[in-house]
T-cell receptor
């Protein structure tokens, strides 16, 4: 089956610890994205990547880091510098270009206490 | 502030009725997309309408776009309990370039369809 996988589904961490969220796609998509969603809110773009070894900051990149060493993988690290990291994190990919939809993974719910 | 804003924030209807959700945005766009999200899940793409299109249909979905009013509407006809979800509009602005499209999402409409 083609698609996007995110792991784990639920993640708990202590304050001050860095944590890495996994995102893998086998759709052969060039572009990948990370979004954050808070309760009752829409999605906000954290980082995006157009091709391997390239990524750009989105609207709320502070306290986050990413890498894109392989086309199919785009992990997100939530660092201790992120002031309010508890949220639902969604990864997406798209074939690229102007008129294509984004395909989303199932999400990771991160709780930091 | 976010580009797209949905209205209403919440909508509750009976099964079989039609549901209409609206989206307004602020700047010019390349395209507008509608997504659905079941509680605690990822988003699923429903339909994309280009800036030069006025109306588009897909099954029970009908989307309209009025670029002069910077607004779009999503109509779900003959709703079913399984349509219960949050619905988001997302816009792809004119300054978005390259292969990665920077979509800006609204805060969503929570639709509840009562059986």
């Amino acid at each position: 089956d083609g698609g996007i996988t995110q792991s784990p589904k639920y993640l708990f961490r202590k304050e001050g610890q860095n944590v890495t969220l996994s995102c893998e796609q086998n759709l052969n998509h060039d572009a990948m994205y990370w979004y954050r969603q808070d309760p009752g809110q829409g999605l906000r773009l954290i980082y995006y990547s157009q091709i391997v070894n390239d990524f750009q900051k989105g609207d709320i990149a502070e306290g986050y880091s990413v890498s894109r060493e392989k086309k199919e993988s785009f992990p997100l690290t939530v660092t201790s510098a992120q002031k309010n990291p508890t949220a639902f994190y969604l990864c997406a990919s798209s074939i690229g270009g102007r008129y294509y939809e984004q395909y989303f993974g199932p999400g990771t719910r991160l709780t930091v206490t | 502030s976010q580009q797209g804003e949905e209205d209403p924030q919440a909508l509750s209807i009976q099964e079989g009725e039609n549901a209409t959700m609206n989206c307004s945005y602020k700047t010019s766009i390349n395209n507008l997309q509608w997504y659905r999200q079941n509680s605690g899940r990822g988003l699923v793409h429903l339909i994309l309408i280009r800036s030069n299109e006025r109306e588009k249909h897909s099954g029970r979905l009908r989307v309209t776009l009025d670029t002069s009013k910077k607004s779009s509407s999503l109509l779900i006809t003959a709703s079913r309990a399984a349509d219960t979800a949050s619905y988001f509009c997302a816009t792809d602005g004119p300054f978005s370039s390259g292969s990665a499209r920077q979509l800006t999402f609204g805060s969503g409409t929570q639709l509840t369809v009562l059986p």
